[in-house]
């Protein structure tokens, strides 16, 4: 049975002030990172932690202790547990990422060159290496900026969408096609 003695907490921030860390359990590990670069952050922040369970957590979340557990006790070192992300993405979004050194390993990490687009492509190559993307409720974990799912802007969102159609063609391709349906149609 893991419990938070056998997790590291990696937050990636820029901020001055991290909400995140009021509620992160004593006993686990606490890696804050302001590398340069989310995806340098979280990586780094991997590199660096003490215990191979992983939790990557944003700046501005209530820590929810008991799903963390809950998850790393049911899940193999081959699963990417995650918030889901926003449909029609049938991954997770790096709000809350709960991973074993071992898949990150296999992975290669996330990719340090985007900045936005790093968790679905991090879970998107978890596929791809015979891993398992697990969905958790993304109500199930208070945000404390506004949760609209449109937090980029329009020339961000298509960087980001061209980014991950060229490195996963046939995997992201219908779900680009969806996102530019939704678009057009904004009914």
């Known amino acids: 049975m893991i419990d938070f003695n056998d997790i590291s907490v990696v937050v990636p921030t820029n901020r001055d ?6 509620t992160v359990p004593v006993e686990a590990e606490v890696l804050v990172r302001r590398d340069e670069g989310l995806n340098v952050a979280r990586n780094e922040g991997v590199k660096a932690a003490a215990s191979d369970w992983i939790v990557i957590a944003d700046d501005d979340i209530r820590f929810p202790s008991d799903l963390v557990v809950e998850t790393i006790n049911e899940i193999d ?20 990422l709960i991973f074993h050194r071992d898949l990150w ?12 687009g790093g968790d679905t492509d991090f879970a998107i190559r978890v596929e ?5 993307v697990r969905r958790l409720d ?12 449109i937090g980029m802007s329009t020339r961000e ?10 490195r996963h063609p046939s995997t992201f391709g219908p779900v680009a096609a969806k996102l530019l349906f939704r678009r057009l149609d904004p009914r």
């Open 17 to 22: 002030s991290v909400v995140t860390l009021e």
């Open 77 to 96: 070192r081959m699963t990417l547990a995650g918030l889901a992300d926003f449909l029609p993405l049938r991954w997770v979004i790096g709000r809350l």
């Open 105 to 116: 390993e296999r992975v290669g990490g996330f990719d340090e060159r985007r900045h936005h």
């Open 128 to 132: 791809k290496v015979g891993g398992t």
């Open 138 to 149: 993304r109500k199930s974990v208070p945000h404390f900026d506004e949760d609209t799912g």
């Open 157 to 166: 969102h298509i960087e980001w969408a061209t980014y991950l159609l060229r």
